[in-house]
């Protein structure tokens, strides 16, 4: 027994004999030679050469299992490297060039399938040049340029399984024409942007049909005009309407602010898709009635003292709010500054 103690004993000296012997500096300070870097628990870390203080050849990095984490191969001493990044099972997650510590040059990136996932253009730690993301099945996903870390050049992205849409983007902004396509190659939107605002037509389409066409300033919305099957399949602007009624499942009563009605024979779920967001609230929800914010003008009582909803013009039917279009009309009594005089007569 005492002779094992003092061989393993003799085997620890060594050991730490052959480290001190590895890890040496220079008088200047400098790392020279083989040198091999382990954690408190003897888990090796790294190991590699170096060169007056410069590493040098292949620096290999672990995991605390031993399995490799990365390797450095170094064509310019603590430069340039070849640099390879793996995950605990051993599978490749990226290659690429540093320089100076600084993604330079083309990259790969990979899943633990080995699939290649995205291929990125650097210089000197910056995004510049052509961008490409993959899907899981090898076809190209996304394409944009970058420059300087900004999106800068033509962009394309896929939609669906062949469906697309493409523009430009100029230094982080898109800029100019921006169309989609869905799978079947019918238009699905067309639009202008400028200095990465959307600026003058935007339109949208359902199954190659114009249904929704916008007009835009620098980012505000100027005008919307949605179509609406009436029997002469009309467009009218969402700024002229008062409220929309759904009755049964294909039909939506729409008061405008003239006073006319327009009655449309499409389910309220397709024309409300149409609509989009910040001019209408639910009055109620579940008879999925929609009225436009701005012409609420508060809530009143009918003949049988119920809650119905005040506005601006008076639609010829009544509109009772749920719980959560009372809520509405009351948030609009101080967005506006001025109460709503009406609530709770």
């Given at each position: 027994?005492?002779?094992?103690t003092?061989?393993?004993?003799?085997?620890?000296?060594?050991?730490?004999?052959?480290?001190?012997?590895?890890?040496?500096?220079?008088?200047?300070?400098?790392?020279?030679?083989?040198?091999?870097?382990?954690?408190?628990?003897?888990?090796?870390?790294?190991?590699?050469?170096?060169k007056?203080?410069?590493?040098?050849?292949?620096?290999?990095?672990?995991?605390?299992?031993?399995?490799?984490?990365?390797?450095?191969?170094?064509?310019?001493?603590?430069?340039?490297c070849t640099?390879?990044?793996?995950?605990?099972?051993?599978?490749l997650?990226?290659?690429?060039?540093?320089?100076?510590?600084?993604?330079?040059?083309?990259?790969?990136?990979?899943?633990?399938?080995g699939k290649?996932?995205?291929?990125?253009?650097?210089?000197?730690?910056?995004?510049?040049?052509?961008?490409?993301?993959?899907?899981?099945?090898?076809?190209?996903?996304?394409?944009?340029?970058?420059?300087?870390?900004?999106?800068?050049?033509?962009?394309?992205?896929?939609?669906?399984?062949?469906?697309?849409?493409?523009?430009?983007?100029?230094?982080?902004?898109?800029?100019?024409?921006?169309?989609?396509?869905?799978?079947?190659?019918?238009?699905?939107?067309?639009?202008?942007?400028?200095?990465?605002l959307?600026?003058?037509s935007?339109?949208?389409?359902?199954?190659?049909?114009?249904?929704?066409?916008?007009?835009?300033?620098?980012?505000?919305?100027?005008?919307r005009?949605v179509l609406?099957?009436?029997p002469?399949?009309?467009?009218?602007?969402v700024f002229?309407?008062?409220?929309?009624?759904?009755?049964?499942?294909?039909?939506?009563?729409?008061?405008?602010?003239?006073?006319?009605?327009?009655?449309?024979?499409?389910?309220?779920?397709?024309?409300?898709?149409?609509?989009?967001?910040?001019?209408?609230?639910?009055?109620?929800?579940?008879a999925?009635v929609?009225v436009?914010?701005?012409?609420?003008?508060?809530?009143?009582?009918?003949s049988?003292?119920?809650?119905?909803?005040l506005?601006?013009?008076?639609?010829?039917?009544?509109?009772f709010?749920?719980?959560?279009?009372?809520?509405?009309?009351?948030?609009?009594?101080?967005?506006?500054?001025?109460?709503?005089?009406?609530?709770?007569?």
């Amino acid at each position: 027994m005492k002779r094992i103690t003092m061989l393993m004993a003799a085997l620890l000296l060594l050991s730490a004999t052959s480290a001190v012997a590895q890890n040496q500096v220079d008088k200047q300070g400098r790392r020279q030679g083989h040198w091999v870097r382990v954690d408190k628990d003897g888990s090796k870390i790294y190991e590699g050469d170096f060169k007056d203080g410069l590493e040098t050849g292949v620096f290999t990095y672990y995991y605390h299992d031993g399995t490799v984490r990365i390797r450095n191969t170094y064509t310019e001493p603590g430069t340039v490297c070849t640099h390879e990044a793996y995950d605990e099972n051993g599978h490749l997650l990226a290659r690429g060039t540093y320089n100076r510590r600084n993604r330079d040059g083309r990259w790969m990136f990979y899943n633990e399938d080995g699939k290649l996932l995205k291929e990125c253009d650097y210089k000197m730690g910056v995004k510049h040049g052509r961008h490409v993301v993959y899907t899981h099945s090898g076809d190209t996903a996304e394409v944009t340029g970058w420059d300087n870390n900004h999106r800068h050049g033509r962009w394309w992205k896929r939609i669906g399984q062949t469906g697309y849409i493409t523009g430009t983007y100029v230094h982080g902004g898109l800029e100019g024409r921006v169309v989609e396509y869905d799978d079947a190659g019918l238009m699905v939107r067309d639009g202008h942007y400028k200095n990465g605002l959307k600026n003058g037509s935007y339109q949208y389409f359902e199954n190659g049909k114009l249904t929704v066409n916008e007009s835009w300033n620098a980012g505000v919305l100027v005008d919307r005009r949605v179509l609406l099957l009436t029997p002469n399949a009309e467009y009218v602007s969402v700024f002229d309407m008062v409220c929309l009624m759904p009755q049964g499942k294909a039909k939506v009563v729409v008061m405008l602010k003239d006073g006319s009605k327009k009655v449309t024979h499409e389910s309220a779920d397709v024309l409300y898709d149409r609509l989009g967001n910040g001019v209408f609230d639910y009055a109620n929800r579940k008879a999925r009635v929609l009225v436009a914010r701005e012409q609420v003008q508060g809530i009143g009582k009918d003949s049988e003292g119920r809650d119905i909803l005040l506005l601006e013009p008076q639609p010829d039917f009544l509109i009772f709010p749920d719980e959560d279009g009372v809520k509405m009309v009351r948030s609009r009594q101080y967005e506006d500054d001025s109460p709503l005089d009406k609530i709770g007569e």
